[in-house]
């Protein structure tokens, strides 16, 4: 089946305007109502930014959710050896989630409102948590104030190391690491640093403004403290074509998206995105996620002509049409060849590989972001081994899948000896996580994990 990738760039559907004062979520420690309504911001009528994104339901947001402008990446390391503790934090980073994405704040931004707050609970007789008392009530940092919330979703990871860690089941948890949550191979050319690989517990967050995305995370962070501290992290950006039914271009300059698998097309998430059926409880509705950091040498790529760069990709760079056609959306036909009977999509053009005719049939949905960390002094691993300040700048490439075995795996075995591309990418982080399914209001994501 051919999906029509272009129609799924419509604005979401799922999500619903944001009205202030319309949140019903508990505030984390503080209780329901505790955030007044004058913290949150107001849309007019018709700004795109007011859409919500829906946090509770059977799959977590930011899979099938229409791929924001923007995302903030973190990898967590946890800290305590209690499993208590790591099933309060998912608790409060639930709550705090579902706040988040409605365009409240975590807690309150002002002192005054949080105090008042807690009064007005002792007041009607309900418990406070004793971490809110007075001066010691905690506050969200407010930089969102007055902000929309941009369709903001929050997806959470569980790592391979959540289970087991140093040959050490720190939580009781190693009896249910499911079998599709391997430790990623190392695959060819690899040049993975530690500090940008691995974490027991992901979270990606994504929102159509950059502020939004990261006050998430960090507000994540802060409700983290003494139980998990970050890893590393990744802020990526996505263009906006005037077309807004366009794919946009990566830092390649070749639209990206073109063949993804539709999020419209169901019987193909629940084949490729979705676990099957017989996966563990806990993953039911969810997908795994396997995150890489890849650098492009952008200042390598640019010296390349044209035909080669196309030759690369085995698409035209202006239309995104296949080489050897006119339309972006028509089919790839691997088998064409020229009158010497050449292939015109060249044999190691990075879309011939990642086909899934020449992969058994297997599709990815792929929701990667580009990213720009400035320069660094860099030695090239290809000709003409150029040294000197190159861009750190590339794709943050990100997958979900039913199954990394016969997905991303599946995929880039092949591609990493044999793509074109290779010549221009290094892959230097890396992470792969179970993102379980959703929750349904009032329970918390992986409360199936730790419930057992
Ligand atoms: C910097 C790294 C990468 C860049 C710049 C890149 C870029 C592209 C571009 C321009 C296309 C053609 C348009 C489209 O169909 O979306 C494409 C297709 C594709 N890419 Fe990548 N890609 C990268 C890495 C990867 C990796 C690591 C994988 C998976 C292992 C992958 C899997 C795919 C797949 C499955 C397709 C669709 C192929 C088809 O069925 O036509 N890509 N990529």
Redesign the pocket.
């Known amino acids: 089946m051919k999906d029509d990738c272009a129609k799924d760039r419509n604005p979401s559907r799922r999500g619903f305007l944001f009205a202030a004062g319309g949140a019903a979520a508990a505030t984390v420690g503080l209780g329901a109502g505790a955030v007044a309504a004058s913290d949150m911001a107001t849309p007019p009528p018709s700004d795109p930014r007011g859409v919500v994104e829906p946090f509770w339901g059977a799959h977590q947001g930011g899979i099938l959710t229409l791929p924001q402008s923007h995302s903030y990446f973190a990898a967590f390391d946890i800290a305590t050896d209690q499993r208590a503790a790591v099933e309060k934090l998912l608790r409060d980073w639930t709550v705090a989630a579902a706040r988040l994405a409605n365009g409240e704040p975590v807690e309150p931004i002002s002192m005054a409102r949080a105090i008042a707050a807690v009064a007005a609970r002792r007041a009607q007789g309900e418990p406070v948590d004793p971490d809110y008392e007075s001066d010691e009530v905690r506050l969200d940092s407010g930089e969102t104030a007055g902000m929309l919330p941009a369709r903001l979703t929050v997806t959470f990871g569980f790592g391979p190391s959540l289970f087991v860690k140093d040959g050490k089941d720190r939580f009781g948890l190693a009896a249910r690491r499911p079998e599709a949550l391997i430790d990623l191979p190392r695959f060819n050319g690899d040049q993975l640093k530690a500090d940008l690989t691995g974490g027991d517990l992901s979270v990606q967050a994504c929102a159509d403004d950059p502020q939004v995305a990261f006050h998430a995370v960090r507000q994540l962070v802060r409700l983290a403290y003494g139980v998990a501290q970050v890893r590393w992290a990744q802020a990526g950006f996505l263009g906006s074509p005037a077309d807004p039914a366009a794919p946009p271009r990566?830092l390649?300059g070749?639209?990206?998206?073109?063949?993804?698998l539709s999020t419209r097309n169901s019987a193909g998430m629940d084949k490729f995105i979705w676990v099957a059926a017989d996966a563990p409880d806990w993953m039911r509705g969810g997908s795994y996620l396997v995150a890489?950091r890849?650098r492009?040498a952008l200042e390598h790529w640019d010296r390349m002509k044209l035909a080669f760069q196309e030759q690369t990709?085995g698409?035209h760079k202006m239309s995104g049409a296949p080489i050897g056609k006119a339309k972006e959306t028509d089919d790839?036909e691997l088998d064409r060849v020229d009158k010497d009977g050449n292939p015109i999509i060249p044999e190691n053009a990075?879309?011939r590989l990642?086909?899934?005719a020449n992969n058994d049939g297997t599709q990815?949905l792929?929701r990667g972001y580009s990213y720009n960390d400035g320069v660094n002094f860099t030695a090239e691993r290809w000709p003409p081994w150029r040294q000197g300040m190159e861009y750190d700048a590339?794709?943050f490439?990100l997958?979900y899948q039913g199954d990394p075995r016969s997905g991303?795996v599946k995929?880039?075995e092949r591609?990493s000896k044999f793509d074109m591309?290779n010549q221009f990418?290094t892959h230097t982080g890396s992470g792969i996580f179970a993102c379980p399914g959703g929750a349904a209001e009032g329970g918390f994501i992986g409360e199936r994990l730790f419930s057992a």
């Open positions: 990566n390649m070749f639209k990206d998206g073109t063949n993804n890489r890849i492009i990709i698409r790839v990075h879309i990642a086909a899934p990815i792929r590339g794709l490439f997958c991303f995929i880039f591609m591309m990418v």
